[in-house]
């Protein structure tokens, strides 16, 4: 098959190119055994490419990355950079891919995989068979929006302010990804804001109600950010898709999160707008960051990154078959007791991290045969 289908990979920094390499390793095995090819290119960011050039994403780079279909990203930073003036900082070059790709919505999915299910912080049986998203406004709302500032005030003390602030478009264009998504799953939508105290939440429930109407399928549910805080730890399967804004989303994901056990098994997209042709730029990467503490030694956990790619095939290449059989041959590996250290419990057997990559390629052999 033409490899028409443009991914640009950014390993990055720490266990980036650990996890970015079993990635490689299921890529040449869709090539090998389902004629599946990529036109893959490889670059530098974050402390790797300030190493390099100066910066941590080159004009160069970002020129890529805005002419492909999806960006795999492994992680940024480490302590060898903290000392970098905070423009270079390897962070930068992953907010500088967010900002130039225009990537306003952050997916975010907690799945509970059966094998795994003892390791989250709940009951088991609240959340076994767990399989929600979270869709998070990630370009505006309380981080970004103006005056941000901290003034002196005439009685010595100080005075700070952070704005909350939301414009139709803005909000608008994340509801629909989020009524899109939940179309494809199960047809769920939790919009979440505090209508009750802030502004922001009336115009995000105006919003998403009226989108609503465009989407009569989608069973919409409107619902407090501090209620769905509780609602997720008190009965998490009542959700589908949650769409929120930056900063309850930021909140919410994490507590999400952990409803799954670990971070080293937790994948993301982020996503911008729709152009004419449908299609949206992408950015693919692993929740979890470069781990420094356990770089270069072959013990970090690939499967985030690996799950990652999943969400690659399933979001910007529409390969869902593909997409379910790599999470099949993840939960078939963890179901035969293989760990690594981050999720590594009593009876299991540890592996490394190169290990781990290639029981998943012999589980996609098996599944596939
Ligand atoms: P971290 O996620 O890198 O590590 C936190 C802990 O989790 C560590 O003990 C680490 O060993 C463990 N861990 C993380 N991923 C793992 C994996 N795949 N397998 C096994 N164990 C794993 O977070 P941190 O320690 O706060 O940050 C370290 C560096 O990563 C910092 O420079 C930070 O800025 C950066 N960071 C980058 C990103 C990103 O690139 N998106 C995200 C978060 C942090």
Redesign the pocket.
Known sequence: MAANKKLLFLP?D??GPE?MGQVRRIIDWMDQRRHVSFDLDEDLVGGAAYDAHGSALSDATLDKAMNVDAVMLG????PKWDNVERHHR??AG?LTLRKELDLFANLRPATVIPALAEASSLKTDLVSGLDLMIVRESTGGAYFGLPKEITDLPDGGKRAVDTQVYTTAEIDRVCRVAFDLAGKRGGKLHSVEKANVMETGVLWREIATEIGKEYPDIELHHMYADNCAMQLVREPKQFDVIVTDNLFGDILSDCAAMLTGS??MLPSATLSGADESGRRRAMY??V???????AGQD???PL?TILSYAMTLRYSFDMGEDADLIEKAVGNVLASGLR???IMQNGMTLVSCTAMGEAVTVELDKLAA
């Open positions: 990055g720490g266990i996890v992680a940024v930073g480490g390897p962070e992953l971070l080293g990467e692993p979890h960051g470069s781990a420094p503490d356990i013990k970090a956990n985030a690594t250290g981050d």
